[in-house]
């Protein structure tokens, strides 16, 4: 069956620093990919997705590319805020047809002044 | 705008008593979802729905219910709550076809089994 696998949290950073939250999944074909944003007391919305291979998704500032080579779909920032604090989820549609979605345990940012 | 809305947003029940969640989308979408959040288990499919009569049960469907009989609501239903069923409640919709199957989720129901 299809997984997700992203790194544990919480990561902790200051603000305007670097940030990488790795995903990693297994499925067979071609799956979508996705991230989600969930900022507290609120629902999931998503952040950035990718269809194919070599896509890059993008989306307020955030950026991850689709590596079918190695399985992964890594979620970048250039320089993080205080607002992007919230918990990250990685998820994929396989190709067969279902609309489920298999998430990732989510991963929490916390970033200080 | 296109939105999707849940009530309540809190509600605070007895064991033993029947509870209805409601879900509502404007986006026209065939596909509906309810799931709960707990911490440490992430997020867990409890049923879902493809279109109008349609239903189908999920990872944790034991306890739960629901009905499909427009395109717009999918209300979960709790026939007799329990504790264990204490968590966050998420709907979600989405549309059909690769490219569009991303998930648009509703603002969540805090429930309290006491």
């Known amino acids: 069956g299809n997984s997700v696998t992203q790194m544990e949290g919480p990561v902790t950073l200051s603000e305007e620093a670097f940030l990488t939250i790795n995903c990693t999944y297994t499925a067979t074909g071609y799956p979508s990919l996705f991230w989600y944003v969930q900022y507290p007391g609120e629902g999931l919305q998503l952040l950035l997705k990718a269809t194919k291979a070599d896509d890059k998704g993008s989306n307020k500032g955030f950026e991850a590319t689709y590596r079918k080579e190695t399985t992964s779909f890594h979620l970048e920032k250039g320089s993080v805020q205080v607002s992007d604090s919230a918990v990250y989820f990685c998820?994929?549609?396989?190709?067969?047809?279902?609309?489920?979605?298999?998430f990732g345990r989510g991963t929490s940012l916390i970033v200080h002044p | 705008d296109a939105e999707i809305t849940q009530s309540p947003r809190h509600k605070i029940t007895e064991t033993g008593r029947q509870v209805t969640l409601a879900c509502h989308q404007t986006w026209n979408h065939n596909n509906m979802f309810w799931y709960r959040q707990d911490l440490g288990h992430g997020l867990r499919l409890i049923h879902y729905s493809y279109g109008v009569q349609d239903t189908n049960k999920g990872e944790v469907s034991d306890g739960y219910s629901v009905s499909r009989s427009n395109t717009e609501d999918l209300p979960l239903t709790l026939e007799s709550a329990a504790s264990s069923q204490t968590s966050v409640y998420f709907c979600?919709?989405?549309?059909?076809?690769?490219?569009?199957?991303?998930?648009?989720f509703g603002p969540g129901t805090r429930l309290t089994v006491l």
């Open positions: 979600a919709s989405s549309g059909s076809g690769r490219g569009f199957n991303e998930q648009f």
């Open positions: 998820a994929l549609i396989g190709s067969g047809g279902s609309y489920i979605p298999t």
